[in-house]
Nanobody, 122 residues
Framework: QVQLVESGGGLVQPGGSTRLSCAASGSIFRINVMAWYRQASGKERELVALITDGGTTTYADSVKGRFTISRDNAKNTAYLQMNSVKPEDTAVYYC????????????????WGQGTQVTVSS
């Protein structure tokens, strides 16, 4: 099995910074894409940022220039550095990964973390 475990988040003041981590463990051959999604209360889950195994990144317009996604392939871990946070960034943040569990797998399997709350408030 594969598990994604998130850490970080909590209460952050407007304009402040925080970093989220997502560690993947279990039967992993190769992680294709790692991503962060978020879901605010009463809203649909939305993509925040993703990074491919080659290092290509994509960001939601609302976080461009403020958030940075990165990954450490040796540790099967992704990070989301959140700077200049705003109250509208308040949400549960979910880690997502598309993982090849063996070299024979024809396509990756998608996994989700349990989510971590980020609250931006003074």
């Amino acid at each position: 099995q594969v598990q994604l475990v998130e850490s970080g988040g909590g209460l952050v003041q407007p304009g402040g910074s925080t970093r989220l981590s997502c560690a993947a463990s279990g039967s992993i051959f190769r992680i294709n894409v790692m991503a962060w999604y978020r879901q605010a209360s009463g809203k649909e889950r939305e993509l925040v940022a993703l990074i491919t195994d080659g290092g290509t990144t994509t960001y939601a317009d609302s976080v461009k220039g403020r958030f940075t996604i990165s990954r450490d392939n040796a540790k099967n871990t992704a990070y989301l550095q959140m700077n200049s946070v705003k109250p509208e960034d308040t949400a549960v943040y979910y880690c997502n990964a598309k993982i090849f569990r063996s070299w024979q797998a024809p396509r990756p399997t998608e996994y989700w973390g349990q989510g971590t709350q980020v609250t931006v408030s003074s």
